[in-house]
């Protein structure tokens, strides 16, 4: 099963001391030390270079493989003493506080925490007093995250009202949670039954949770590799034609696509797959005048149709140009 997002983090702390202590450790050995397949093993070692010991952009972790060895080329220079600016501790002290006040943190984290936080206080003097001033509240999304972590470590199924924007509609669900992730935002992948799928939520769209007595159960799935982003169209999807104008150049950036060919007038013509063509009819209103759907042509005309009912509701609306113009006259 999926390892969740919390320890996730907990292990990849735990591989810094880990591969300090065991220079040029074998990549079998290190993933049998951890409980995991040696193809999550590779994926934490792709993000721990990212890490390092300067909020200011100072030395990263050098670490690398050749696919039977691990190398730490700097753990030296990473090991010394850390020196923060009162910025930076402050940040910290807040953060930290922040993190421990979670729902469904597991005891034992929050006071390993607690007990950090004390000893940042201790060393960071006078900023330690003017965090002390400052307080972070987390919103849904942390209380839907902890949620959801408690339900894949406990195996429970969820119940939740979610938004689904290419609709414009609530919808009420039963899921069994497979992981945690985040692309730019934080999913969850789950087994929807109303689906009957394997489906990705955002968490920032759920509305409402429930952890549910019921056992979660979701098929054996192979995880997506998510490397290249969340969204992965397949060659069998749809094609959708769209053509933008220069101030819609934006979307070939945001999109994946098939390809995008230069027009005269400075814009572009992008061809793109999507298992959920009606989807980018939310985008063909974002766009307005900036571009338009060319085909498939019943997509094209449900697009210009929600285009016009949009603006005749906007001329209805007392606020309107229409009725502005009525009241002018």
């Given at each position: 099963m999926?390892?969740?997002?919390?320890?996730?983090?907990?292990?990849?702390?735990?591989?810094?001391?880990?591969?300090?202590?065991?220079?040029?450790?074998?990549?079998?050995?290190?993933?049998?030390a951890f409980g995991i397949t040696q193809d999550e093993l590779i994926s934490d070692l792709d993000v721990l270079p990212l890490c390092g010991t300067s909020f200011r952009g100072g030395d990263l972790l050098d670490i690398d493989t050749d696919g039977d060895r691990i190398w730490w080329h700097n753990p030296d220079d990473v090991a010394a003493p850390l020196r923060l600016a009162a910025d930076e501790a402050t940040a910290l002290l807040v953060a930290a506080r922040a993190v421990s006040t979670l729902p469904g943190l597991r005891e034992?984290?929050?006071?390993?925490?607690?007990?950090?936080?004390?000893k940042l206080e201790t060393a960071a003097g006078e900023a330690a007093g003017a965090s002390a001033?400052?307080?972070?509240?987390?919103?849904?999304?942390?209380?839907?995250?902890?949620?959801?972590?408690?339900?894949?470590?406990?195996?429970?199924?969820?119940?939740?009202?979610?938004?689904?924007?290419?609709?414009d509609e609530l919808t009420e669900r039963e899921v069994d949670p497979?992981?945690?992730?985040?692309?730019?935002?934080?999913?969850?992948e789950a087994?929807?039954?109303?689906?009957?799928?394997?489906?990705?939520?955002?968490?920032?769209?759920?509305?409402?949770?429930?952890?549910?007595?019921e056992a979660s159960s979701p098929p054996e799935v192979e995880l997506r590799d998510l490397s290249e982003g969340l969204?992965?169209?397949?060659a069998e999807d749809p094609e959708v034609v769209i053509e933008v104008g220069p101030g819609g150049r934006w979307v070939a950036e945001y999109y994946p696509h098939d390809s995008a060919e230069e027009l005269p007038d400075g814009g572009l013509r992008i061809t793109l797959r999507?298992?959920?063509p009606t989807s980018l009819r939310r985008l063909a209103l974002r766009l307005g005048?900036?571009?338009?759907?060319?085909?498939?042509?019943?997509?094209?005309?449900?697009?210009?149709?929600a285009a016009r009912e949009a603006l005749a509701a906007y001329d209805r609306h007392p606020d309107g140009p229409y009725d502005r113009q009525e009241q002018g006259r």
């Open positions: 999926a390892s969740n997002a919390i320890d996730q983090t907990r292990r990849m702390l735990s591989l810094v001391t880990y591969l300090r202590e065991r220079p040029g450790a074998h990549v079998s050995d290190v993933a049998r034992s984290d929050r006071q390993a925490l607690l007990r950090a936080t004390a001033r400052l307080s972070v509240t987390f919103e849904s999304e942390g209380g839907v995250f902890a949620d959801v972590d408690r339900a894949i470590s406990e195996r429970r199924r969820l119940w939740l009202r979610y938004y689904s924007p290419a609709r497979i992981r945690l992730f985040a692309v730019g935002h934080t999913y969850m087994w929807c039954y109303l689906s009957e799928a394997r489906r990705t939520f955002r968490l920032d769209r759920v509305a409402e949770i429930r952890i549910l007595d969204v992965q169209p397949a999507t298992p959920d005048g900036d571009g338009h759907i060319v085909s498939p042509a019943d997509l094209a005309d449900s697009a210009r149709q």
